[in-house]
Protein backbone atom coordinates (compact mmCIF):
# COMPACT_ATOMS: atom_id res chain seq x y z
CA UNK A 1 0.00 0.00 0.00
CA UNK A 2 1.42 2.96 -0.96
CA UNK A 3 2.59 5.73 1.79
CA UNK A 4 0.53 8.70 1.17
CA UNK A 5 -2.19 6.44 1.04
CA UNK A 6 -2.13 5.46 4.43
CA UNK A 7 -1.50 8.98 5.05
CA UNK A 8 -4.59 10.17 3.70
CA UNK A 9 -6.11 7.22 5.39
CA UNK A 10 -4.68 8.68 8.95
CA UNK A 11 -5.85 11.84 8.44
CA UNK A 12 -9.05 10.69 7.80
CA UNK A 13 -9.57 9.05 10.56
CA UNK A 14 -8.35 11.66 12.79
CA UNK A 15 -11.04 13.72 11.38
CA UNK A 16 -13.47 11.48 11.35
CA UNK A 17 -12.61 10.83 15.29
CA UNK A 18 -13.00 14.68 15.99
CA UNK A 19 -16.27 14.97 13.98
CA UNK A 20 -17.61 11.88 16.42
CA UNK A 21 -16.79 13.54 19.65
CA UNK A 22 -17.99 16.88 18.57
CA UNK A 23 -21.09 15.01 17.95
CA UNK A 24 -21.02 13.23 21.22
CA UNK A 25 -20.46 16.62 23.06
CA UNK A 26 -22.91 18.71 21.32
CA UNK A 27 -25.57 15.63 22.09
CA UNK A 28 -24.46 15.14 26.09
CA UNK A 29 -24.97 18.96 26.10
CA UNK A 30 -28.37 18.62 24.39
CA UNK A 31 -29.39 15.70 26.46
CA UNK A 32 -32.18 17.21 29.39
CA UNK A 33 -31.47 17.27 32.88
CA UNK A 34 -28.93 19.59 35.01
CA UNK A 35 -25.98 17.49 36.74
CA UNK A 36 -26.15 19.89 39.57
CA UNK A 37 -29.48 18.28 40.89
CA UNK A 38 -28.18 15.20 41.29
CA UNK A 39 -24.90 16.56 43.18
CA UNK A 40 -26.60 18.76 45.64
CA UNK A 41 -28.06 17.85 48.69
CA UNK A 42 -32.39 18.29 48.79
CA UNK A 43 -31.58 20.83 51.58
CA UNK A 44 -29.24 23.05 49.04
CA UNK A 45 -30.26 26.23 48.57
CA UNK A 46 -29.88 28.31 44.77
CA UNK A 47 -26.57 29.77 45.78
CA UNK A 48 -25.34 26.68 46.90
CA UNK A 49 -26.77 24.83 43.18
CA UNK A 50 -25.15 28.14 41.45
CA UNK A 51 -21.94 27.79 43.14
CA UNK A 52 -21.75 24.22 42.15
CA UNK A 53 -22.54 25.17 38.59
CA UNK A 54 -19.75 27.60 39.20
CA UNK A 55 -16.95 25.21 40.38
CA UNK A 56 -17.69 22.65 37.38
CA UNK A 57 -17.67 25.23 34.75
CA UNK A 58 -21.15 24.78 33.91
CA UNK A 59 -22.16 28.58 34.05
CA UNK A 60 -20.18 29.45 30.74
CA UNK A 61 -21.23 29.13 27.45
CA UNK A 62 -21.34 25.68 25.44
CA UNK A 63 -19.37 27.42 23.15
CA UNK A 64 -16.33 28.05 25.53
CA UNK A 65 -17.19 24.68 27.61
CA UNK A 66 -16.44 22.73 24.50
CA UNK A 67 -12.95 25.19 23.57
CA UNK A 68 -11.68 23.84 27.26
CA UNK A 69 -13.05 20.26 27.04
CA UNK A 70 -11.28 19.61 23.36
CA UNK A 71 -8.12 21.68 24.41
CA UNK A 72 -7.98 19.25 27.11
CA UNK A 73 -8.60 16.29 25.49
CA UNK A 74 -5.56 17.22 22.70
CA UNK A 75 -3.65 17.43 26.04
CA UNK A 76 -4.50 14.05 26.94
CA UNK A 77 -6.91 15.36 29.56
CA UNK A 78 -11.01 14.43 30.42
CA UNK A 79 -11.10 16.33 33.55
CA UNK A 80 -12.72 15.33 36.45
CA UNK A 81 -15.68 13.09 37.15
CA UNK A 82 -18.66 14.84 38.70
CA UNK A 83 -19.99 11.79 40.34
CA UNK A 84 -16.59 10.05 41.52
CA UNK A 85 -14.34 12.51 42.19
CA UNK A 86 -11.47 11.04 40.01
CA UNK A 87 -9.60 11.97 37.01
CA UNK A 88 -11.77 10.49 34.19
CA UNK A 89 -8.66 8.78 32.73
CA UNK A 90 -8.65 7.07 36.12
CA UNK A 91 -12.13 5.78 36.00
CA UNK A 92 -11.60 4.23 32.32
CA UNK A 93 -8.58 2.59 33.09
CA UNK A 94 -10.12 0.73 36.51
CA UNK A 95 -12.98 -0.40 34.18
CA UNK A 96 -10.89 -1.23 30.78
CA UNK A 97 -9.63 -3.98 32.16
CA UNK A 98 -12.82 -6.01 32.80
CA UNK A 99 -14.77 -4.95 29.38
CA UNK A 100 -11.60 -6.12 27.75
CA UNK A 101 -11.56 -9.71 29.29
CA UNK A 102 -14.94 -10.20 28.75
CA UNK A 103 -15.00 -8.92 25.64
CA UNK A 104 -11.87 -9.79 23.94
CA UNK A 105 -12.59 -13.79 25.35
CA UNK A 106 -16.22 -14.03 24.11
CA UNK A 107 -14.76 -12.18 20.39
CA UNK A 108 -12.26 -15.00 20.41
CA UNK A 109 -15.01 -17.70 21.02
CA UNK A 110 -17.48 -15.76 18.75
CA UNK A 111 -15.38 -16.60 15.48
CA UNK A 112 -14.03 -20.18 17.08
CA UNK A 113 -17.58 -20.83 16.79
CA UNK A 114 -19.05 -19.35 13.98
CA UNK A 115 -16.59 -19.00 11.25
CA UNK A 116 -16.18 -22.78 11.54
CA UNK A 117 -20.29 -23.20 11.32
CA UNK A 118 -20.90 -20.80 8.64
CA UNK A 119 -18.71 -22.28 6.50
CA UNK A 120 -20.57 -25.80 7.52
CA UNK A 121 -23.48 -23.81 6.46
CA UNK A 122 -22.02 -23.12 3.34
CA UNK A 123 -20.92 -26.59 2.39
CA UNK A 124 -24.11 -27.98 3.07
CA UNK A 125 -26.51 -25.14 1.51
CA UNK A 126 -29.62 -25.48 0.85
CA UNK A 127 -29.68 -28.92 2.95
CA UNK A 128 -31.42 -29.01 6.42
CA UNK A 129 -28.62 -28.85 8.66
CA UNK A 130 -27.90 -25.59 6.77
CA UNK A 131 -31.32 -24.80 6.60
CA UNK A 132 -32.07 -25.87 10.91
CA UNK A 133 -28.93 -23.99 11.40
CA UNK A 134 -29.78 -21.37 9.55
CA UNK A 135 -33.03 -20.72 12.05
CA UNK A 136 -31.26 -21.09 15.15
CA UNK A 137 -28.62 -18.70 14.49
CA UNK A 138 -30.89 -16.30 13.26
CA UNK A 139 -33.08 -16.85 16.04
CA UNK A 140 -30.06 -16.20 18.27
CA UNK A 141 -28.80 -13.44 16.63
CA UNK A 142 -32.08 -11.46 16.50
CA UNK A 143 -32.60 -12.15 20.52
CA UNK A 144 -31.46 -8.86 22.93
CA UNK A 145 -28.21 -9.77 24.44
CA UNK A 146 -30.26 -8.72 28.22
CA UNK A 147 -32.73 -11.18 27.27
CA UNK A 148 -30.27 -14.24 26.71
CA UNK A 149 -28.51 -13.10 29.85
CA UNK A 150 -31.90 -13.08 31.92
CA UNK A 151 -32.55 -16.56 30.20
CA UNK A 152 -29.52 -18.31 31.43
CA UNK A 153 -29.62 -16.57 34.94
CA UNK A 154 -33.28 -18.19 34.53
CA UNK A 155 -31.83 -21.06 33.93
CA UNK A 156 -28.51 -22.16 35.52
CA UNK A 157 -28.69 -19.70 38.65
CA UNK A 158 -32.17 -19.50 39.93
CA UNK A 159 -33.44 -22.76 38.20
CA UNK A 160 -30.59 -24.72 39.57
CA UNK A 161 -31.06 -23.55 43.07
CA UNK A 162 -34.64 -24.57 42.51
CA UNK A 163 -33.84 -28.05 41.54
CA UNK A 164 -31.50 -28.36 44.33
CA UNK A 165 -28.22 -28.90 43.14
CA UNK A 166 -25.18 -28.34 44.51
CA UNK A 167 -23.31 -24.77 45.15
CA UNK A 168 -20.55 -26.02 43.06
CA UNK A 169 -23.17 -26.59 40.29
CA UNK A 170 -25.15 -23.21 40.22
CA UNK A 171 -23.47 -20.49 38.17
CA UNK A 172 -23.12 -17.04 40.42
CA UNK A 173 -25.13 -14.59 38.31
CA UNK A 174 -23.85 -11.15 39.91
CA UNK A 175 -20.10 -9.78 40.54
CA UNK A 176 -16.62 -11.00 39.18
CA UNK A 177 -16.22 -12.63 42.74
CA UNK A 178 -17.74 -14.39 45.33
CA UNK A 179 -18.76 -11.84 48.59
CA UNK A 180 -17.40 -12.39 52.21
CA UNK A 181 -14.34 -14.82 50.25
CA UNK A 182 -10.88 -13.97 51.02
CA UNK A 183 -9.14 -15.97 47.78
CA UNK A 184 -5.99 -16.01 46.07
CA UNK A 185 -4.16 -17.26 43.57
CA UNK A 186 -5.88 -20.20 41.21
CA UNK A 187 -8.52 -20.26 44.26
CA UNK A 188 -8.96 -16.44 42.89
CA UNK A 189 -8.61 -16.82 39.17
CA UNK A 190 -11.49 -20.27 39.64
CA UNK A 191 -13.82 -18.17 41.22
CA UNK A 192 -13.47 -15.19 38.63
CA UNK A 193 -13.95 -17.69 36.03
CA UNK A 194 -17.33 -19.16 37.06
CA UNK A 195 -18.70 -15.48 37.68
CA UNK A 196 -17.58 -15.10 33.66
CA UNK A 197 -19.29 -17.93 32.48
CA UNK A 198 -22.74 -16.67 31.95
CA UNK A 199 -21.22 -13.06 30.96
CA UNK A 200 -18.95 -14.84 28.02
CA UNK A 201 -22.01 -17.33 27.21
CA UNK A 202 -24.53 -14.39 26.71
CA UNK A 203 -21.75 -12.80 24.30
CA UNK A 204 -20.61 -15.91 22.58
CA UNK A 205 -24.19 -16.88 21.61
CA UNK A 206 -25.40 -13.71 20.00
CA UNK A 207 -21.61 -13.05 18.61
CA UNK A 208 -21.22 -16.65 17.54
CA UNK A 209 -24.67 -16.32 15.57
CA UNK A 210 -23.92 -13.34 13.76
CA UNK A 211 -20.57 -14.14 13.03
CA UNK A 212 -22.32 -17.61 11.30
CA UNK A 213 -24.54 -16.20 9.34
CA UNK A 214 -21.84 -13.48 7.68
CA UNK A 215 -19.16 -16.61 7.17
CA UNK A 216 -22.20 -18.24 5.16
CA UNK A 217 -23.27 -15.31 3.33
CA UNK A 218 -19.57 -14.46 2.39
CA UNK A 219 -18.77 -17.67 1.47
CA UNK A 220 -21.84 -18.29 -0.76
CA UNK A 221 -20.49 -15.31 -2.63
CA UNK A 222 -17.78 -16.67 -3.25
CA UNK A 223 -18.87 -19.96 -4.12
CA UNK A 224 -20.86 -18.05 -6.82
CA UNK A 225 -17.55 -16.85 -8.72
CA UNK A 226 -16.40 -18.39 -11.94
CA UNK A 227 -13.26 -19.81 -10.73
CA UNK A 228 -14.79 -21.86 -8.22
CA UNK A 229 -16.94 -23.75 -10.87
CA UNK A 230 -13.60 -24.10 -12.88
CA UNK A 231 -11.81 -25.43 -9.91
CA UNK A 232 -14.49 -28.14 -9.47
CA UNK A 233 -14.35 -28.43 -13.34
CA UNK A 234 -10.71 -29.86 -13.46
CA UNK A 235 -12.05 -32.36 -11.12
CA UNK A 236 -10.67 -30.81 -7.62
CA UNK A 237 -12.75 -32.60 -4.51
CA UNK A 238 -14.86 -30.23 -2.68
CA UNK A 239 -12.44 -30.39 0.64
CA UNK A 240 -9.52 -28.62 -2.04
CA UNK A 241 -12.31 -26.29 -3.71
CA UNK A 242 -13.16 -24.82 0.44
CA UNK A 243 -9.21 -25.19 1.35
CA UNK A 244 -7.69 -23.27 -1.85
CA UNK A 245 -10.13 -21.25 -3.05
CA UNK A 246 -13.20 -20.66 -0.76
CA UNK A 247 -11.45 -20.00 2.40
CA UNK A 248 -8.73 -17.86 1.20
CA UNK A 249 -10.87 -15.42 -0.42
CA UNK A 250 -13.22 -15.40 2.38
CA UNK A 251 -10.42 -13.89 4.72
CA UNK A 252 -10.20 -10.43 3.56
CA UNK A 253 -13.67 -9.78 4.94
CA UNK A 254 -13.85 -12.17 7.81
CA UNK A 255 -10.61 -9.92 8.82
CA UNK A 256 -12.25 -6.57 8.47
CA UNK A 257 -15.60 -8.17 10.39
CA UNK A 258 -13.01 -9.11 13.28
CA UNK A 259 -11.21 -5.63 13.40
CA UNK A 260 -14.39 -3.98 13.43
CA UNK A 261 -15.77 -6.37 16.27
CA UNK A 262 -13.10 -5.84 18.37
CA UNK A 263 -14.64 -2.41 19.38
CA UNK A 264 -18.32 -3.72 18.98
CA UNK A 265 -17.80 -5.80 21.56
CA UNK A 266 -16.86 -4.15 24.01
CA UNK A 267 -19.55 -1.32 23.70
CA UNK A 268 -22.17 -4.30 23.07
CA UNK A 269 -21.45 -5.28 26.76
CA UNK A 270 -23.35 -2.46 28.10
CA UNK A 271 -26.91 -4.12 28.95
CA UNK A 272 -24.71 -7.71 29.87
CA UNK A 273 -22.37 -5.88 32.81
CA UNK A 274 -25.40 -4.06 33.81
CA UNK A 275 -27.55 -7.69 34.56
CA UNK A 276 -24.58 -9.53 35.74
CA UNK A 277 -23.07 -6.67 37.63
CA UNK A 278 -19.25 -6.78 36.20
CA UNK A 279 -17.58 -3.30 36.76
CA UNK A 280 -16.70 -2.54 33.68
CA UNK A 281 -16.66 0.27 31.09
CA UNK A 282 -20.23 -0.59 30.05
CA UNK A 283 -21.42 -0.38 33.07
CA UNK A 284 -19.76 2.56 34.16
CA UNK A 285 -21.16 4.76 31.13
CA UNK A 286 -24.59 3.66 31.93
CA UNK A 287 -24.09 5.16 35.90
CA UNK A 288 -22.34 8.03 34.05
CA UNK A 289 -25.42 8.87 31.90
CA UNK A 290 -27.63 8.19 34.48
CA UNK A 291 -25.81 10.89 36.75
CA UNK A 292 -25.54 12.95 34.18
CA UNK A 293 -21.69 13.02 34.59
CA UNK A 294 -20.44 15.25 31.59
CA UNK A 295 -16.89 14.23 31.69
CA UNK A 296 -17.06 10.36 32.19
CA UNK A 297 -20.08 10.22 29.10
CA UNK A 298 -17.63 12.42 27.19
CA UNK A 299 -14.11 10.43 28.14
CA UNK A 300 -16.09 6.87 27.38
CA UNK A 301 -17.67 8.06 24.16
CA UNK A 302 -14.30 9.39 22.96
CA UNK A 303 -12.67 6.02 24.15
CA UNK A 304 -15.58 3.96 21.62
CA UNK A 305 -14.73 6.15 18.93
CA UNK A 306 -11.23 5.88 19.04
CA UNK A 307 -11.50 2.45 19.14
CA UNK A 308 -13.71 1.85 16.27
CA UNK A 309 -12.28 4.25 13.79
CA UNK A 310 -9.28 2.72 15.09
CA UNK A 311 -9.84 -1.04 14.33
CA UNK A 312 -11.53 0.00 11.13
CA UNK A 313 -8.16 1.78 10.07
CA UNK A 314 -6.09 -1.08 10.76
CA UNK A 315 -8.45 -2.92 8.82
CA UNK A 316 -8.11 -0.85 5.80
CA UNK A 317 -4.57 -1.15 6.30
CA UNK A 318 -4.24 -4.72 6.34
CA UNK A 319 -6.33 -5.53 3.94
CA UNK A 320 -4.25 -5.55 1.06
CA UNK A 321 -1.51 -7.80 3.11
CA UNK A 322 -4.36 -10.92 2.87
CA UNK A 323 -5.86 -10.09 -0.17
CA UNK A 324 -3.54 -10.28 -3.53
CA UNK A 325 -6.20 -8.70 -5.28
CA UNK A 326 -6.06 -5.25 -3.55
CA UNK A 327 -1.99 -5.12 -3.42
CA UNK A 328 -0.67 -2.46 -4.78
CA UNK A 329 -3.88 -0.57 -4.73
CA UNK A 330 -3.63 3.26 -4.19
CA UNK A 331 -7.66 3.54 -3.14
Not at 65 to 82: I, K, P, T
Not at 117 to 126: E, H, K, N, S, Y
Not at 249 to 277: D, K, M, Q, Y
Amino acid sequence: MPFLHVVRRVAGAIALFWLVVTLIFGLVRLAPGDPVTLLVPPTASAADAARMRSELGLDRPVSVQYARWASALLRGEMGESFALHIPVATALRDAAPVSLLLGLVSLLLSFAIGVPLGFAQAAWRARWPDRAATMVTAGLFAAPAFWVALALVAVFTYGAAVVGLPMAWRLPALGVRSPGLDLSGPAATADLLRHAVLPVVTLVIVGAAGVARYTRSNALDVISHDFIRAARARGASPWRVFARHIIPNALPALLVLFALTIPGVVAGSVFVESVFAWPGLGRLTLSAIAARDYPVVLGAGAWYAAAVIGANLLADIAIPLVDPRRRGAGL
